[in-house]
């Protein structure tokens, strides 16, 4: 099961990341657990300085912008 980590406050990109990113999972067939990140704390101690964030297991990917619905697909599906 991936883990999908939103990482923001909850501004308008942070919910278009989520749900983008929930639609791309459901779109790859995947299971996962979506979670929304909107501490400030949890995410500056992940290095993140720009938001929205998206995070796989885990790992930050990407911060600052809201990729192509094909982009997130192969971010989240992961290398193969």
Known sequence: ????????????K??????AAEAAAKA???E???EKIDDIDRITERNVMMTPALAVNGEVKFAGRV????DLEKIIAGPK
């Open 1 to 12: 099961m991936k883990k999908i980590q939103i990482l923001g406050m909850g501004c308008a």
């Open 14 to 19: 942070c919910n278009k990341l989520y749900a």
């Open 28 to 30: 790859l067939g995947i």
């Open 32 to 34: 996962y657990e979506m």
């Open 67 to 70: 990729p192509s619905a094909g």
